[in-house]
């Protein structure tokens, strides 16, 4: 399940659902995000011989030291709050930008990478949901509807989606039925070309639920 747009740092007087603040972190926060996106890439990609994994393994060992000390808790962290980075800083989400965020859609583009293959060089079919969810719950935002998760999400493919080739995603409010919202998205290439349709139900949280 996914959340609306996170934009303020007090919990949701109509729910126990936590909202943040977007995140201004130091400069090299970005440039470490994407490294650790080709990271990543390479960590399911690369065939190297048995003393180069130990010596990434120790490498890897000497960063989580690093940063263990400074980890926080949800919300105090800059990643996914971000939002002027590719997927808002976050390693979770693929690397996209949003372009058009108002009442009538939430558009967003960007690519799908090594890391998201599903086989036969093409993109997991299970990333695609996850990018339809967050689609939903910024047009949830956008559209100024109550904080909501997700009640149901289906998704049609209609093509194979290729990596490390333009990609764009836009969603609207389908209709709206009391505490519902209905939402259609679309994925697409580029030039238009249709790759899978997301249609999925936002339910507004009603007091005290998580």
Known sequence: MTESLETTENTDKRSDFP??????????????????RRLQDLAVSADAPADVYESALQQAQSLVDTLAPYEAPEGRGPAGRVMELPGRGSLLMPPWRVDKFDAESVRARGVLRRYHLGGGGVAHGGVLPLIFDDNFGMVVYAAKRPISRTAYLHVDYRKVTPLNTPLVIEGRVDRVEGRKTFIRSRLTTEDGTLLAEGEGLMVQLLPGQP
């Open 19 to 36: 909202r943040f603040t977007p995140a201004t972190p130091p400069p090299a926060f970005g440039p470490f995000v994407e490294t650790m």
